[in-house]
């Protein structure tokens, strides 16, 4: 799987838009971007996956550019709740394979 | 999405005793289930792959012997502890696909371990 790269931590207001950049320059064709999040003292919670079009569910939306060598989370309306580690993983979508965690971005949600 | 629980959620354990964590997926059955484990501070990983029937596979430096691994029906896959030690203490995460098996992977709430 392609390795992705991610600031280690963001701050963002409570009520504003959380941008999170995802650089991953080596993806190949047929892998996915797919956004988890972990808060304090609990398992990751899925958020979101896309192969090339930008993807929007009621958590988030995914923005994959062009070249597919970035992608952005973006939270519309931070809360405090959405304070966490956000983990952008790359992978080839295939039967029963494990997904591989890098170090991720710590968000904190301002007041 | 799929829902996956563990049990205990937290437990503290005398060194050389054994512990026993639990993992069920309760809407789908899951042929293949993961244990990650996570120190403070640091990023989640992949100790074993554990196959309904059959042997677990574990990742390298991971003991087969004291992470003993079951996983006897399609919806539950235990690891047990053997011989615990306070550098076992840590925050242990199993996880399995939904039904499909590929698309999404879910995670359960974790099992902390503390070993006195």
């Known amino acids: 799987d392609a390795k992705t790269t991610q600031p280690p931590s963001m701050d963002c207001a409570e009520g504003r838009a959380a941008n999170l950049p995802c650089n991953h320059s080596t993806i190949s064709g047929n892998e996915y971007v797919y956004w988890y999040r972990q808060i304090h003292s609990q398992g990751p919670q899925y958020i979101i996956h896309g192969l090339k079009n930008n993807e929007t569910n009621e958590m988030a939306s995914l923005i994959i550019t062009e070249d597919r060598k970035s992608s952005t989370l973006i939270l519309p309306h931070a809360t405090l709740r959405d304070t966490a580690v956000y983990y952008c993983?790359?992978?080839?979508?295939?039967?029963?394979?494990?997904?591989?965690f890098g170090k991720g971005t710590r968000l904190s949600v301002i007041a | 999405g799929a829902v996956v629980s563990q049990h205990p959620s937290w437990v503290i354990c005398k060194s050389g005793t054994s512990v026993k964590i639990e993992c069920r997926s309760l809407d789908f059955q899951a042929t293949t289930m993961f244990w990650y484990r996570q120190f403070p501070k640091q990023s989640l990983m992949l100790m074993a792959t554990?196959?309904?029937?059959?042997?677990?596979?574990?990742e390298q430096g991971v003991e087969k012997d004291k992470f003993l691994i079951n996983h006897a029906s399609l919806t539950l896959s235990t690891l047990t502890v053997t011989s615990a030690h306070p550098e076992d203490s840590s925050f242990y995460i199993c996880s399995a696909y939904d039904r499909r098996g590929q698309e999404t992977q879910y995670f359960g709430p974790g099992t902390r371990l503390l070993v006195l």
């Open positions: 554990s196959n309904e029937g059959s042997k677990a596979t574990y």
């Open positions: 993983i790359v992978r080839v979508v295939v039967r029963n394979t494990p997904l591989v």
